[in-house]
C-alpha cells in the first residue's frame, strides 16, 4: 500500500514507432481493484489490491458492507463484493485524461448474507449510464463482466453505484485503466448511408464482441491493454463456410506508424477465418457472423486484417459488408501495407440490421479477383452512447442520480457569456458569479450526501450534476478576475469603509503600513492594507502584487477584493477572516478546542489552496512560508491560506531564489531548500507536514524550552510517528474522541511530507487526498467499519507530557537589515504578520 500510494507520477509512455521497435505501454492510470477483499487477488496475472487498500488514490463513499463467500466461484476475482445499501461510489484520481477502461465484474455471491441475485442497481459515472436497473434475475449468465472505454475529461472519475428501490447494489472488481489515445478514434465510416461520423471521441463505448477469428482465447495478460479477445466460432453463420488459419505471431509485421500491439496483439492477427471448402456453391460465398445486438443503439465496429496466406502480393481481393451494406470494395490491403503479413483495420459505425436485434459482419470474395477467397483477423463490436449519455436505456445520469443543480448557478453561466461586454456589468458579474459558485458548492455539499468530498473546492472536480452548471460558472470567474485587476475603489469608498482609517479598526502594523478592518458599504466585511506613502514599494511593485493576487482566486486563498491607487495611496483590500489564524485555535488562547474533524477540514482547505496555487495558475507559485499563523479561518472555519504575495512563481525567478537569503520561518523550513536553497513545490510539502504535526499535537513547531529532543516537532513527532505511537503526543482533547484509522492515514501523511528528500514528499495533490481519506475514516467511523481498517496505532493509557505554548512566529529575515531587493517581501511579510496576527485589537 505504501508503495503504491507515493509512487512518483512520471510515467512516461515512450513509444519508438518510426523504428518499427515497440516499446511496451505502460497505462498512467492504472486500477486494479477486488473489491471487499482482505488482500490481493491476482487475476490472468494482474493483482488487484483491495478497495480498502488503495486509500490514497481512490475513495469510497456511501454506506457499504462486504460480502466474500467459500463456495465455488467462476474465478478468484468474483469471490468477494462490495455492497451498498445506499448510492455509493468510487472516485478514481486521473493523472492522464483520455480514454480509460473501464471493467466492473459482477458476480451475485450466494452466501453473502444479501441476496444478489435479486439486487438490482444502476452504475453510472459523472457523464454516462453504465448500467440502468440492471439485475440477475433477468440475465442469463452466473456472472457478468463489462468493459466500457470512456474518455475522462476531469482529474476524478467517480463511478457510482445506485440500488433500485430497497434493494443493493454491489460490485465485485474494477479496473480502470488508460488507453493511449491512439487506439479509439473520433470519426469512422457510417456505412448506410456511407458517410463520415465524427464525434466518437465524446461518446462512451462499450465493447459488446471482441474476436480472435480462428481462435484462440487471449485474455488480459496476453494483451497489453488488458483487453479480452474471444474464439469466433459461435458467431459463425454458417459452421462449415470458414476454416481457420493461422502463422507464427512472431512473423507478423507491425507497420512503421499508425497501428501497435495495443491496437490488437500479434495473437490476433496470427491467426485468421477464411473461405471453407471454395467448391461448394461455385466458390463464390460470403462468410458471415451473427451478432445479437439492442437495436436501439449504433454500434463502433472495427475489423482487423492481416494478409497471412497470401503468397504474393496483389493476390487476396475481397469484399467486407456490414449488415447487407458494402463497407470495403475489391479490398487489396497488399496495396496499401506493400507488404504480407502487416496487420490493417478498419473502422466502421453501424446500426444493427434493419432494426432487427442481429448485427451481420460478412466477407466475401471480389468477383474480379484471380484468388477466390476472403479473411478476417479479428473484430470488435462496441456499443455508441445515445444521445441520453447512456448504453443501457432511456435515462441519462441526472434522471437516475436524484440530483438538485441549482438554479443560482445558471446565473453564473449567463453572465460568463455575457461577461466583457459592459464593465459596469462585468463586476456585478463577478459578485454574482463568485456568490452563486459558493452557493451551489454548498447546495451541492448538502444535496448529494453520498458524495462529500469535493475534490478541489473550487472547480476541477464533483459529480455531474454540479460540474455541468458549475464548472462553468466558476470558470468565468476565474477568467473576468484575471483580466480585470479586481475592483477599483475610490479613496472615499476605504475612508468610510474604515471609519477614515479608526485606530480602533486597526488590525495590525507593519514595515509597509497598516492593517484596518473594514466595512463595505453593502455590509462585507474586508482588511484594508494601506501602503506606507513612503515605503520603498514602489508603484510597480504594488502592481505586480495586485496582478498576481487578483490572478489568484480560490475559495481557500484569502482572497483580494480589489485596490485603491487614488492620490498616490497603496490600498489593497483583502476579505476579512473572522476567526483569525488556525495557531490561535490550537494553542496560545483561550479558544475552545477544535475538534479532530475540524482539524481534518481545515487541513484539507489548507492542502487545496496550497494544491491551487501549485498547480492551478499558469505558473506554478510556491508560498514560502507556510505555518500556522498564515492560515485563516473565515467566519465558518473555512480555512484559506494567507500571505502568498510573498510567494513566487517558478522558473523565471530563479535567480531571485539563488540571491535572496533563505527565507521562511524557523521550525518550518524545508531541509533541503535549506542546504540547496533550491525552492521547489515540495518545500512548501514539508512546511504543510510540520502545520499538521502542530496542529495533532498542539504546540508550536519550536519550542526552544523543552528538552532537547523535543524542541523541533517535526522531529520529535517523526520519531513517535515512526513508532507507530503517535497518539502518544497528541492534544490530549483528542483522546478517546479520533478514530484511530483516521489518525493513523493523518500520521503517515504528515510523514510523508516531512520526507527529508522533496523528491520523495507527495505532491499536494496526494495530500488532499490522503487528507479527505482521513476524514472520511473519522465521518463513517460511527457507521460500518471494515476490519481492515482498524489500527494498531493505539495504545491506551499512556500519559501525555503536558507541553508549554510558546511563541514561534519569529521569521528568519533580519527586518532591519534587509537588502533592497528583500525589502518589499519583507515588509509584505511583515504587514501580513500583522495582519494575521492581530494585536491592534
Ligand atoms: C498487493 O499488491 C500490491 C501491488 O502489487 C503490493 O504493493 C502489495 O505489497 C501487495 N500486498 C500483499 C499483502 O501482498
Ligand atoms: C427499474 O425497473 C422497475 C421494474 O422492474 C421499473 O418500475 C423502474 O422504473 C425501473 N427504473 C429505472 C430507473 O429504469
Ligand atoms: C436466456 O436464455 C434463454 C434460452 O437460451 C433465452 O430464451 C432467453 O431469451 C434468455 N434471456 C435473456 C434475458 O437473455
Ligand atoms: C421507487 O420509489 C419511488 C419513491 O419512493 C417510487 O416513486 C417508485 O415508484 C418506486 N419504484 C419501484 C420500481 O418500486
Ligand atoms: C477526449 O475528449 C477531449 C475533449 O472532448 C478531446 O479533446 C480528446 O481528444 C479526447 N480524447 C480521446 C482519446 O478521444
Ligand atoms: C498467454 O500468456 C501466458 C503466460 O505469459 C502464456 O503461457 C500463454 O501461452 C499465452 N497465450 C497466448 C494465446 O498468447
Ligand atoms: C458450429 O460450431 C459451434 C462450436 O463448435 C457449435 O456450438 C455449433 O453448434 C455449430 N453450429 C452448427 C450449425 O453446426
Ligand atoms: C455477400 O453478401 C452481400 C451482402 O449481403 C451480397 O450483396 C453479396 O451478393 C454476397 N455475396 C455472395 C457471393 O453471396
Ligand atoms: C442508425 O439509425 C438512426 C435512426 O434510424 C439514424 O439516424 C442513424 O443515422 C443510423 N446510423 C448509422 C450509422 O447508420
Ligand atoms: C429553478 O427555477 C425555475 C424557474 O425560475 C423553477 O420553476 C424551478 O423550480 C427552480 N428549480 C430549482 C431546483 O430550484
Ligand atoms: C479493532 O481492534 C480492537 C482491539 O484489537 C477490537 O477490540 C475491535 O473490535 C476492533 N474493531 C474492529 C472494527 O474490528
Known amino acids: 500500500m505504501k508503495l503504491v500510494q507515493w509512487l512518483p507520477l512520471v510515467l512516461v509512455v515512450v513509444l519508438f514507432m ?46 457499504s458492507l462486504v460480502a466474500s463467500s467459500n463456495s465455488v466461484v467462476p474465478s478468484p476475482i468474483y469471490q468477494s463484493a462490495r455492497v451498498f445499501t445506499g448510492i455509493g461510489s468510487f472516485k478514481f484520481e486521473i493523472k492522464q485524461e483520455g480514454r480509460h477502461w473501464i471493467r466492473l465484474y459482477f458476480f451475485p455471491l450466494p452466501e453473502s ?43 476524478v472519475l467517480t463511478l457510482t453505484f445506485i440500488p433500485s428501490n430497497n434493494s443493493v447494489a454491489f460490485v465485485n472488481a474494477i479496473e480502470v485503466v488508460s488507453i493511449p489515445d491512439w487506439v479509439l478514434p473520433d470519426q469512422a465510416l457510417a456505412v448506410n448511408p456511407s458517410s463520415p461520423f465524427s464525434g466518437l471521441s465524446g461518446l462512451a463505448l462499450e465493447t459488446v464482441y471482441r474476436l480472435n477469428m480462428g481462435g484462440p482465447l487471449i485474455t488480459s495478460q496476453n494483451d497489453t491493454l488488458g483487453r479480452t479477445w474471444e474464439d469466433d466460432e459461435k458467431y459463425l453463420h454458417v459452421n462449415s463456410s470458414a476454416v481457420k488459419v493461422s502463422v507464427s505471431p512472431s512473423s507478423i509485421k507491425y507497420p512503421p506508424t499508425g497501428l501497435t500491439p495495443e491496437t490488437a496483439p500479434n495473437w490476433v ?11 461448394v456453391a461455385n466458390g463464390n460465398f460470403n462468410v458471415t457472423w451473427v ?74 470474395p471480389d468477383s474480379m479477383a484471380d484468388v477466390t477467397n476472403a479473411i478476417m483477423n479479428g473484430l470488435e463490436i462496441m456499443k455508441i452512447s445515445n444521445e441520453f449519455g447512456s448504453l443501457d436505456g432511456l435515462l441519462s445520469v441526472d434522471k437516475i442520480l ?64 454540479s460540474t455541468t452548471s458549475q464548472k462553468s460558472a466558476t470558470a468565468s470567474c476565474i477568467s473576468l478576475a484575471s483580466s480585470n485587476l479586481g475592483r477599483l475603489f475610490m479613496f472615499q469608498e476605504i475612508l468610510d469603509a474604515t471609519n477614515k482609517f479608526d485606530e480602533s479598526l486597526l488590525l495590525g502594523v507593519g514595515g509597509f503600513g497598516r492593517v484596518y478592518k473594514g466595512t463595505l458599504e453593502d455590509g462585507t466585511k474586508v482588511a484594508v492594507k494601506r501602503g506606507n506613502p513612503r515605503s520603498e514599494q514602489g508603484l510597480a511593485e504594488f502592481r505586480t502584487e495586485i496582478e498576481m493576487l487578483s490572478k489568484l482566486r480560490h475559495r481557500h486563498l484569502v482572497s483580494l477584493i480589489g485596490y485603491c491607487d487614488e492620490r498616490s495611496e497603496m490600498i489593497l483590500v483583502y476579505e476579512y477572516m473572522a476567526n483569525g489564524p488556525l495557531r490561535s485555535h490550537l494553542y496560545g488562547t483561550d479558544l475552545p478546542s477544535l475538534s479532530w474533524k475540524q482539524r481534518l477540514e481545515i487541513c484539507i482547505g489548507a492542502a487545496r489552496g496550497l494544491h491551487y496555487l501549485h498547480t492551478g495558475a499558469a505558473q506554478s507559485i510556491i508560498h514560502r512560508d507556510v505555518k500556522t499563523t498564515n492560515i485563516l479561518l473565515d467566519e465558518n472555519f473555512v480555512a484559506k491560506v494567507a500571505d502568498f504575495g510573498l510567494s513566487k512563481t517558478g522558473p523565471s525567478l530563479d535567480q531571485t531564489h539563488v540571491s535572496t537569503a533563505v527565507k521562511g520561518s524557523f521550525g518550518y523550513l524545508d531541509p533541503e531548500y535549506f542546504r540547496r536553497q533550491q525552492l521547489t513545490e515540495k518545500s512548501d510539502v514539508y512546511s504543510f507536514g510540520v502545520v499538521l504535526m502542530e496542529v495533532l499535537c498542539t504546540r508550536p513547531a519550536l519550542n526552544p524550552v523543552l528538552p532537547r529532543e523535543q524542541v523541533n516537532i517535526a522531529e520529535w513527532a517523526m520519531t513517535w510517528q515512526k513508532k507507530g505511537m503517535l497518539d502518544q503526543i497528541m492534544d490530549s482533547n483528542l483522546v478517546g474522541k479520533v478514530n484511530m484509522a483516521s489518525l493513523k492515514k493523518f500520521g503517515e501523511t504528515a510523514e510523508k511530507c516531512l520526507a527529508e528528500h522533496g523528491v520523495d514528499r507527495p505532491s499536494m495533490g496526494d495530500v488532499l487526498w490522503n487528507l479527505e481519506y482521513a476524514l472520511q475514516l473519522e465521518e463513517t467511523s460511527s457507521a460500518l467499519m471494515e476490519p481492515e481498517d482498524n489500527s494498531t496505532n493505539h495504545i491506551p493509557g499512556i500519559q501525555l507530557t503536558p507541553i ?38
Not at 442497481?121 to 472505454?149: C, G
Not at 492477427?269 to 471448402?277: I, R, S
Open 18 to 63: 518510426g523504428q518499427g521497435s515497440i516499446a511496451l505501454f505502460t497505462p498512467v492510470d492504472n486500477y486494479l481493484i477486488t473489491c471487499g477483499s482482505s488482500g490481493n487477488v491476482t487475476f490472468q496475472g494482474r493483482t488487484f489490491v483491495p478497495d480498502s487498500d488503495h486509500s490514497s488514490l481512490v475513495q469510497r463513499n456511501g454506506n
Open 113 to 155: 448474507g444479501q441476496n444478489l441475485a435479486s439486487a438490482t442497481m444502476s452504475v453510472v459515472n459523472d457523464d454516462f449510464v453504465l448500467l440502468n436497473n440492471f439485475t440477475f434475475k433477468n440475465y442469463n449468465a452466473s456472472y457478468m463482466f463489462k468493459e466500457y472505454a470512456i474518455n475522462v475529461t476531469s482529474d
Open 269 to 279: 492477427y496470427a491467426t485468421a477465418e477464411t473461405m471453407g471448402d471454395p467448391n
Open 291 to 364: 451478432f445479437q445486438v439492442d437495436p436501439n443503439f449504433m454500434y463502433f465496429v472495427r475489423v482487423h486484417f492481416c494478409d497471412i496466406v497470401s503468397k504474393a502480393l496483389n493476390t487476396l481481393v475481397f469484399n467486407l459488408y456490414i449488415n447487407d451494406d458494402s463497407a470495403l470494395g475489391g479490398f487489396d490491403m497488399s496495396s496499401i501495407t506493400n507488404d504480407l503479413a502487416v496487420p490493417i483495420f478498419k473502422d466502421y459505425v453501424s446500426n444493427s440490421s434493419d432494426g432487427s436485434d442481429s448485427l451481420t459482419v460478412s466477407v466475401g
Open 402 to 465: 436524484p440530483t438538485s443543480t441549482s438554479n443560482t448557478s445558471k446565473i453564473g453561466v449567463i453572465v460568463g457569456s455575457v461577461g466583457g461586454a459592459v464593465a459596469a456589468v462585468v463586476l456585478i458579474g463577478i459578485c454574482y458569479c463568485c456568490l452563486a459558485s459558493r452557493k451551489s458548492k454548498t447546495t451541492t455539499n448538502q444535496g448529494h450526501p453520498w458524495l462529500p468530498l469535493p475534490l478541489y473546492g473550487n472547480s476541477q472536480t464533483m459529480t455531474k450534476m
Open 804 to 841: 508549554e505554548p510558546f511563541d514561534n512566529s519569529v521569521s528568519m529575515i533580519d527586518r532591519n537589515s534587509v537588502t533592497d531587493d528583500d525589502a518589499e517581501d519583507a515588509a509584505t511579510s511583515a504587514v501580513f504578520s500583522q495582519l494575521v496576527n492581530p494585536r491592534g485589537r
